[in-house]
């Protein structure tokens, strides 16, 4: 096999690519956009998108979706900066966070895995029930930076050898996820779901155990991510989250995750993620209005669709999903 | 094969929708002595007309099997381009039109890249969420338009004379009627469903399947798009972030009414009543006291019971089936 043919069988490699070109082409003509405070400003304002689109990755290779994690993860930013305000250790707060991520990931696990519901009703429905309580218990309340931990305000502020330290928190988890989504069983056995169902069942995968766990995972990962938004905006509020979902599927998708499930890795998740951030201050930098932000990313994702698409039926000739369609 | 069993059974969901509708109606009425105004029964028709024309088109798609998750956003788009173009000085029936065509050619966008390319359209339609709001904010920057003309304005406030009903009744009523007909009674709506039962059998017994889902997704758009007139003028302005996260509460409506996610299944009676009880149910709690944060966790409740519950009884079903078939195989042995 050709080196090109074999290149073209990375997922990530159109993510990066487009990253190195977007980056190149928009410093040729602006090169300020070369400085290290534009780098710093993609890597600060990626983190929470990151995570998230780590945590969504579990999910979507198996062929499912999360459409609950923005609520989540605004409701977990809040209940941190709400619970330390009262005096609780950061521990506990964190604690917390993690926990309530995880119960409605069990929730929509149980519901997706064990009751046959499709994934995007369950999620979608535990999106506004999230979102309501959240709501209900957060009404008329902001946090303001004095009810922030301490630490998560230092960790927001301060940088290591000039990279932000939220970022360097997305590096380690994807380095973390990156290993067990790799090495272990149990995560590969996520892949086997989201290529064919009903054979991982028949090989022996208790692919019921497994969607559980997978949104457990998920859920929990977006719990705690509660804490990197807090550190990031050092405020929290009922608005807090909204609409996030879609970006953070956008960005798995950019990544080269495949929403037909079996394919797809948590550092293409992350390099989508980057790339978004990065066409959003390419825009200004190149000094188109900020209002074509949104379009632009729309048009990037069906690109990507496309992209993935051709890809695989080019490659793959003999790829299953294809068959069937 | 469960499909055909839950059709058969005297108690299906789409009925229990019907029976909740009139429940939430007793309810309200019982629970608060201005429910039943007609002040209030307007206000009902007038929160409910543009979801109700939307999730009309979006039965459709689901039945077919693919889901179209930018309505809003092409709703949002015909708001803006009838307020850019009413702006740049064209008359506003002018723009009005203008403002159809757009929603219909964003449809037609959306059914290409699903139909042409054989992309899926969830993602497909994430992905033009994202641009045709984004065309909002291109189009109207985050400037609204909001100098309508009056007598449109009026049209989208006031109600019929000498009834309680809203003009928006009219167009609801009509497009819901041709919606129940095409899906119940025409050879195109049985088409619909043996395409969402089974593709691939449809395309072998020569439906033409990318055909009717193309022209699904632009009948999606152009129903978003009436739904644009309808919030333009009910708004009296054109926002760029107008309708946000409408898409939402048609596709739970759309559920909720009986259609299943997986396609196949699904009756236009029953997600019209579906919509109604949810803009009724939402309206008695309000009037009751409940606030608004309640009723989201109450739709998304309503969301997840309209999933479980088909389940459920199913599981029953099979069960008891299975007991049956197990006695009388012991009869068999017996004899």
């Known amino acids: 096999m050709n080196f090109f043919s074999r290149a073209l069988r990375i997922r990530e490699l159109p993510g990066l690519l487009g990253l190195f070109v977007i980056y190149v082409g928009t410093g040729l003509i602006n090169p300020r956009f070369f400085s290290p405070s534009v780098l710093n400003d993609i890597l600060y304002g990626v983190a929470i998108v990151a995570i998230l689109a780590i945590a969504q990755t579990f999910v979507i290779v198996m062929r499912h979706i999360d459409l609950s994690v923005g609520s989540v993860i605004g409701f977990t930013s809040f209940l941190i900066g709400d619970l330390s305000s009262q005096g609780y250790s950061l521990g506990a707060v964190l604690a917390v966070a993690a926990l309530v991520g995880a119960a409605v990931g069990a929730l929509n696990g149980f519901l997706v895995a064990y009751l046959g519901l499709p994934s995007l009703v369950v999620t979608l429905a535990t999106l506004y029930i999230v979102r309501g309580i959240f709501n209900q218990v957060g009404a008329g309340k902001t946090i303001v930076e004095s009810m922030v931990p301490k630490e998560l305000n230092w960790l927001g502020l301060n940088r290591l050898f000039g990279v932000p330290y939220l970022f360097i928190i997305a590096v380690v988890l994807m380095v973390v996820a990156g290993v067990i989504m790799h090495k272990s069983r149990a995560a590969r056995d996520l892949y086997a779901i989201g290529s064919n169902p009903s054979a991982a069942e028949l090989v022996g995968i208790p692919v019921k155990r497994r969607i559980l766990l997978a949104f457990v995972a998920t859920g929990a990962v977006s719990g705690l991510a509660g804490a990197v938004m807090l550190a990031r905006f050092s405020s929290a509020s009922t608005q807090s989250g909204l609409g996030l979902e879609l970006l953070v599927v956008a960005a798995c998708v950019v990544g080269g995750v495949s929403i037909a499930g079996g394919s797809g890795t948590v550092f293409g998740a992350v390099i989508g993620a980057i790339l978004l951030q990065q066409i959003l201050l390419s825009i200004g930098a190149l000094g188109i209005p900020q209002f074509w932000q949104l379009a632009v990313n729309g048009a990037l994702i069906i690109g990507a669709i496309g992209l993935d698409r051709y890809l695989s039926t080019r490659v793959k000739p003999s790829n299953i999903m294809g068959a069937e369609s | ?335």
Not at chain 2, 59 to 80: H, P, Q, R
Not at chain 2, 275 to 292: D, E, H, K, N
Request: net charge positive.
């Open chain 2, 1 to 335: 094969m469960s499909k055909f069993s839950i059709r058969k059974s005297l108690f299906t969901w789409d009925k229990g929708v019907v029976l909740f509708l009139v429940i939430s109606i007793l309810i309200g009425s019982f629970g608060s002595q201005y429910f039943a105004t007609a002040s209030n029964l307007s206000f009902v028709i007038q929160s409910i007309a543009e979801i109700a024309i939307i999730a009309t088109a979006m039965a459709f798609l689901i039945i077919s099997g693919e889901i179209d998750l930018s309505v809003a956003s092409m709703m949002a788009l015909t708001s803006a381009s009838i307020g850019y173009a009413f702006q740049a000085g064209v008359p506003f029936e002018a723009s009005i039109l203008i403002g159809l065509l757009v929603g219909l050619l964003a449809g037609i966008f959306n059914g290409v890249l699903v139909t042409v390319f054989g992309l899926p359209s969830l993602a497909v339609t994430i992905a033009t969420l994202a641009l045709y709001r984004g065309l909002c904010w291109v189009l109207l920057e985050n400037k609204p338009v909001n100098q309508l003309p009056t007598d449109w304005v009026a049209l989208g406030n006031e109600n019929i004379p000498n009834t309680f009903l809203p003009w928006a009744t009219i167009p609801l009523v009509l497009l819901a009627g041709v919606a129940w007909f095409v899906l119940h009674t025409t050879k195109l709506g049985r088409w619909v469903f043996v395409i969402g039962t089974n593709p691939v059998a449809a395309k072998f017994s020569g439906i033409p399947v990318n055909r009717v889902k193309l022209g699904l997704f632009a009948y999606s758009g152009l129903m978003s798009a009436v739904a644009g007139v309808i919030y333009t003028l009910r708004f009296a302005s054109a926002s760029p972030d107008g309708g946000a996260g409408y898409e939402l509460s048609v596709i739970a409506a759309v559920l909720f009414g009986g259609v299943a996610i997986a396609g196949g299944v699904g009756t236009m009676w029953g997600v019209l009543a579906a919509v109604i009880s949810l803009g009724v149910i939402r309206s008695a709690l309000q009037l009751v006291g409940f606030s608004a944060n309640a009723l989201l966790v109450v739709s998304g409740g309503l969301l997840l019971i309209s999933v479980i519950l088909p389940r459920v009884t199913e599981f029953v079903r099979s069960q008891r089936s299975r007991a049956s078939i197990q006695s009388n195989n012991k009869e068999k042995v017996n004899t």
